[in-house]
């Protein structure tokens, strides 16, 4: 339901971190007029587009060497070294620093793309072959995800941050919405080796892109670069450090709350109970399209409503509200019995946790303090990828025993109780973007 990163700065909460000033003493360049944001953003949506069209070649490659079953197997392998190494992954980025992690995590997506396209053109591999690379894949996702939660406050004043955060999420929609037609395109015309091909030009092109970015100091970073440079094995201390410093803070801990409960209500049905629902109404596999297509589009329009908008007044509200309200509409979705009323209803539905989503990765960045901020950005995507999945058998079995209705009604109170949760937490509810 909420994405991982939410940025809310109260005055007096703003005062106690001088890491972000609640006014850049030079006026802002907007983001969208940026190079080192733009750069960025380029970067990004490369990678997110390499990202799609890797995981059909994967899924046609799998399917296409495999039993269904097989398959599945080799799709799910990615996901456990990730949901086991996330927490890592942010002990990483703070140590190390969110800039270095992404170029190094999207140089071995390359290599590896690239070499797996090689051996498909030379031989026919097992699934091992696969295996092994999704297993690769699932690892640098640990360490890439948190780290690029971590970059925005480096390249972007923090009044800008809410841009650079809807920015994110049209790269977002618009690599998922290209990169199916773009893989499907490669694997048409070069095979499964030539999609690779492709997703490893994709992986390459961010690299030169984020090897020009050049970010701002950040206090607590000093700290960062001398844990990163102590070899006497802290990791397992950093961690622990950023889970207490994550349950003390009064806006953060009660944020990662709402982001765990948001997804664990909206992620069962908004995957495993669309396919059902659209079998029982009788719409085909079309119609889990249409619907999901309703999902990206009101969730766009979201992202680009914020870019363009750029301040949000009283955004712990609007958050939790965005929230019940989407709840709402997703406890909706299972009692239309028209396709066209569905597909509205999704967008509604896309619109109201489009902008949760954007709301939550602001309020993160500007909130939490740097040293700490690519292990909060871990903690907020443990939630969403590596929790809130573990629902799936739940809701499928569940759907199967009682119909998506009543699924979907419970589903949607989990949703409600995180919005408001939200609600109910006054710094939550009062946080404030910089420069609402």
């Not at 799609?52 to 070294?81: D, E, F, K, N, R």
């Not at 031989?123 to 948190?146: E, I, K, N, R, Y």
């Not at 020009?212 to 970073?221: E, I, K, M």
């Not at 765990?260 to 049905?269: A, E, Q």
């Amino acid at each position: 339901m909420t994405a991982a990163g939410t940025e809310a700065a109260l005055a007096p909460v703003a005062a106690a971190h001088p890491a972000h000033p609640a006014h850049p003493a030079h006026p802002a360049h907007p983001a969208h007029r940026s190079p080192q944001v733009l750069r960025w953003l380029g970067a990004y949506t490369a990678s997110t587009l390499g990202d799609s069209v890797y995981y059909l070649a994967l899924s046609w490659a799998a399917v296409s060497s495999g039993t269904p079953a097989q398959a599945g197997l080799v799709m799910t392998v990615s996901a456990v070294p990730r949901a086991l190494l996330m927490l890592v992954g942010g002990v990483v980025a703070d140590r190390l620093g969110p800039r270095r992690v992404v170029i190094v995590s999207d140089a071995v997506r390359c290599l590896s793309t690239f070499g797996l396209a090689a051996i498909l053109l030379l031989a026919s591999p097992g699934l091992w072959v696969l295996a092994a690379v999704a297993l690769v894949f699932g690892t640098v996702d640990a360490l890439f995800l948190p780290a690029v939660g971590a970059l925005p406050p480096r390249i972007a004043d923090r009044d800008q941050l809410a841009r650079v955060q809807g920015m994110r999420g049209l790269a977002y929609r618009l690599g998922a919405v290209l990169g199916g037609p773009l893989g499907g395109l490669a694997v048409a015309t070069g095979g499964p080796a030539g999609a690779f091909g492709v997703a490893g030009v994709l992986f390459a092109l961010s690299v030169p892109l984020l090897c020009t970015l050049r970010l701002r100091s950040l206090p607590g970073d000093d700290r960062a670069d001398r844990d990163g440079r102590d070899g006497r094995g802290k990791a397992l201390s950093d961690l622990r450090d950023g889970l207490r410093y994550l349950r003390g803070h009064r806006i953060l801990g009660p944020l990662m709350i709402v982001v765990l409960l948001g997804d664990l209500g909206f992620t069962g049905p908004a995957n495993v109970g669309l396919a059902i629902l659209s079998e029982q109404r009788g719409w085909g596999a079309s119609g889990i399209g249409w619907v999901l297509a309703g999902f990206g589009t009101g969730a766009g329009a979201a992202a680009l409503l914020v870019t363009v908008l750029g301040r949000i007044p009283r955004a712990g509200a609007v958050l939790g509200w965005a929230i019940v309200l989407g709840a709402v509409t997703l406890g909706a979705l299972a009692q239309v019995p028209r396709l066209p009323v569905a597909v509205a209803v999704a967008v509604v539905t896309g619109l109201l946790t489009g902008l949760s989503g954007v709301l939550c990765g602001t309020l993160v960045q500007t909130e939490c303090d740097p040293a700490f901020l690519g292990r909060v950005s871990a903690v907020s995507s443990l939630g969403s990828l590596g929790i809130a999945p573990l629902s799936y058998p739940l809701t499928g079995t569940a759907m199967g025993l009682w119909g998506p209705g009543p699924v979907y009604i419970v589903s949607a109170a989990v949703c409600a109780a995180s919005g408001l949760f939200a609600l109910a937490v006054p710094a939550l509810r009062r946080a404030e973007l910089s420069g609402s």
